[in-house]
Every structure is written in C-alpha cells, then in structure tokens.
T-cell receptor
Framework: AQSVTQLGSHVSVSEGALVLLRCNYS??????LFWYVQYPNQGLQLLLK??????LVKGINGFEAEFKKSETSFHLTKPSAHMSDAAEYFC????????????FGTGTRLQVTL | SAVISQKPSRDICQRGTSLTIQCQVD?????MFWYRQQPGQSLTLIAT?????????ESGFVIDKFPISRPNLTFSTLTVSNMSPEDSSIYLC??????????????FGPGTRLTVL
C-alpha cells in the first residue's frame, strides 16, 4: 500500500520569497514520485517527477524537488515565488508495475501575495 | 506527452438523470484512468479502463453507477448514472505514457465540472 501526506493545506508566501511545499510518502516498494499543479478551473499539469537516478529533480517553472529516502520525503521548492505560481499543488506516488496507480495527497493551495 | 480533451467541459444536471463524459487522446495509449475530484478535495481514482477488457473499479465505486467504455486505444467514456447532488464533482481522465519504460507518468485531461441539482 502507498500513501501521501502533504503538510499544510494552505501556504502563503510573498512574491519573491522561497516556496516550500512538503510531501511525505509511504510505500512498501521503491516509489515513483510526482508533483502536479492545478490552476483554477483547469486540469492537472505535471511539474516534475522522480523515478530513479539523481535525487534532485528539476521541473517546469523553476520548481525542483529532492527525493530523500531516509526521510521518506519529496518536498517541492522554488527559490523565488511569482504571482503566477498561485495554484493547487498535489504530490502523488506510484510504483513500478503494469497496473500502476497514482495515489494523491490532499493538496496544498499556494497563495502568493505582493 | 499526450494531449487529452474531454467533453463536456461542464454541465448542470437534474437529480436522477445520467451524464456521459467523453475522453479523447491524440495518440494510442494502453491505460486510461478516471478520477473524481470532489469540491475542495484531492483526486480519487474511480477505475482503470483498458481497451478490450472490463474496467477495473476501485473500492467504493461500482459499474452500475459509473459504467465505462473503452472501444479503442484513443477514446473512453464514463457515465455517471442516476445522479444525486453528491455526484457534483470534477471528473478527470488521464492516460499513462510509459515512454518505453514504466514510469507510471500520467497526463490529465482538463476535467468535466458536473453540478447536480
């Protein structure tokens, strides 16, 4: 079984400040980890993913995340927030296999203020 | 990647009626998924739709309520039957593109926003 916990349903940062969205996972097998973003009234867009290899992964729009096995974490960061980053962010986990399924966290709504 | 479209984009329906949502992909994909996103909540997988076989439903979802068709590798439909206000949600389809290696990466359609009165 696998699960995802996102700490903080709402995060507010000032424009230009560091963005940190937390994600912890539970998986009995090596996980594949994903961050998705959902802008208002839109579907989900993949920001970045970790499968194997380098533990620091870079995604679109300046976001990156680091897979830390010892901490079972996959936190999302961006050095400098922009107003356009305001959206809902979902962390998700899956694992290798033909019957793959994504398990999503409950989401974190990011607010960016002036 | 894959480009996915859904029809309708939104609808308002009366209690007791049914709505069929279409999902079209611009390339052939093996696996398609249907999710429900209730207001203010995360995504919950309804079922996995594979071409040529019955859909596989997750716990809490049944075929009589959410019949699914998958007639070919680029198209699927989800029907929400005998609707009640509790069915008001965004329904999203997604596809998995393995890219030759099973990354389990999924691409999502824009969603169908359903309101049941």
């Amino acid at each position: 079984a696998q699960s995802v916990t996102q700490l903080g349903s709402h995060v507010s940062v000032s424009e230009g400040a560091l963005v940190l969205l937390r994600c912890n996972y539970s998986s009995s097998v090596p996980p594949y980890l994903f961050w998705y973003v959902q802008y208002p009234n839109q579907g989900l867009q993949l920001l970045l993913k970790y499968t194997t290899g380098a533990t620091l992964v870079k995604g679109i729009n300046g976001f990156e995340a680091e897979f830390k096995k010892s901490e079972t974490s996959f936190h999302l960061t961006k050095p400098s927030a922009h107003m356009s980053d305001a959206a809902e962010y979902f962390c998700a986990v899956s694992s290798a296999g033909t019957a793959s399924k994504l398990t999503f966290g409950t989401g974190t709504r990011l607010q960016v203020t002036l | 990647s894959a480009v996915i479209s859904q029809k309708p984009s939104r609808d308002i329906c009366q209690r007791g009626t049914s709505l069929t949502i279409q999902c079209q992909v611009d390339s052939q994909v093996t696996m398609m998924f249907w999710y429900r996103q209730q207001p203010g909540q995360s995504l919950t997988l309804i079922a996995t739709a594979n071409q040529g076989s019955e859909a596989t439903y997750e716990s809490g979802f049944v075929i009589d309520k959410f019949p699914i068709s998958r007639p070919n590798l680029t198209f699927s439909t989800l029907t929400v039957s005998n609707m009640s206000p509790e069915d008001s949600s965004i329904y999203l389809c997604s596809v998995e593109t393995s890219g030759g290696i099973t990354y389990n990466e999924q691409f999502f359609g824009p969603g169908t926003r359903l309101t049941v009165l």
